[in-house]
């Protein structure tokens, strides 16, 4: 969808962001559920006919497709700060390449997950100084934060367990130690910040999340998108 240099520059004065569409990012601990749910989302909003990216962060781009196989891979050896550097570089990249360009078309960006990931895990999870990863995100993402972020929440272990055992990548096959400081993390996040947050708990079963995902959406957007028939 093709936005004229007028119109976007009517959408930014009337909204007070520097792009006509919507930026929103999912975040959870390991197997809550985002990409079956955002699967789910996709094809409805599809149906609606609503302007819409669904993206991943690691692995949105070509560039980031290579790095997450780098990062993702069991038993590699990869340092906390070369990981971080590495998830940022993928950041850099999408935001570049897909995710700006579509905020610009108008589009509704659904990131699963974003700088947030970066916070819980190798801020939380692994330790490092909280002050170079907020600077760092800010640096890979040219400033650019989600709108609303939905956090998917459960139990890590209740998480894991959805996975098979022992985990498929290098991160899930970190100790439950790391998984319970990534959780609390993302609480603590919510904490800091709950006008930016909404929970959704994601023990309950599957059609009940995308309810629960659709009413937020509808509930926050429709004043931009034709959302009515969403739920
Ligand atoms: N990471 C990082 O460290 N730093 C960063 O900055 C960023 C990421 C951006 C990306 O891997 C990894 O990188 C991730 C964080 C880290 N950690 N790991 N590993 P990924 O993209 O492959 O993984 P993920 O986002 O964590 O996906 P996931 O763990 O597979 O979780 P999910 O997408 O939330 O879940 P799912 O695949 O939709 O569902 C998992 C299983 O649960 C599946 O069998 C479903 O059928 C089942 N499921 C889903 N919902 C339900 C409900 N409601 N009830 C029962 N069963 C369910």
């Known amino acids: ?71 993702l891979a069991p038993g590699g050896s990869v340092s906390p700060m070369a990981e971080l550097l590495l998830y940022q570089a993928d950041r850099a990249q999408h935001v570049h390449e897909l995710i700006m360009p579509a905020l610009m078309e108008g589009k509704l960006v659904i990131c699963d997950r974003y700088t947030d990931s970066t916070i819980a895990y190798q801020g939380f999870g692994r330790g490092i100084d909280m002050k170079i990863i907020a600077e760092l995100n800010n640096i890979s993402t040219q400033g650019l934060k989600p709108e609303l972020t939905i956090l998917f929440d459960l139990e890590s272990e209740k998480g894991l367990g959805r996975l098979h055992p022992g985990g498929h990548d290098r991160l899930e096959r970190e100790a439950i130690e790391f998984h319970h400081k990534v959780r609390n993390g993302y609480l603590s996040l919510v904490q800091e910040e709950p006008k930016r947050f909404a929970v959704i708990d994601a023990t309950k079963a599957l059609s009940a999340v995308q309810e629960d995902l659709r009413r937020i959406i509808l509930e926050r957007f429709s004043d931009r998108y034709q959302l009515a028939s969403l739920l």
Do not use: C, W
């Open 1 to 71: 969808m093709a936005t004229s240099k007028a119109s976007t520059e009517a959408t930014n004065k009337k909204s007070g962001r520097a792009y006509p569409g919507t930026f929103l990012t999912l975040e959870g601990p390991e197997g809550a559920g985002k990409t079956t749910q955002v699967k789910l989302l996709s094809s409805k909003l599809e149906a609606l006919g609503i302007p819409h990216l669904i993206t991943r962060d690691p692995g949105g781009t070509p560039l980031g497709k290579q790095i997450r196989r780098i990062l």
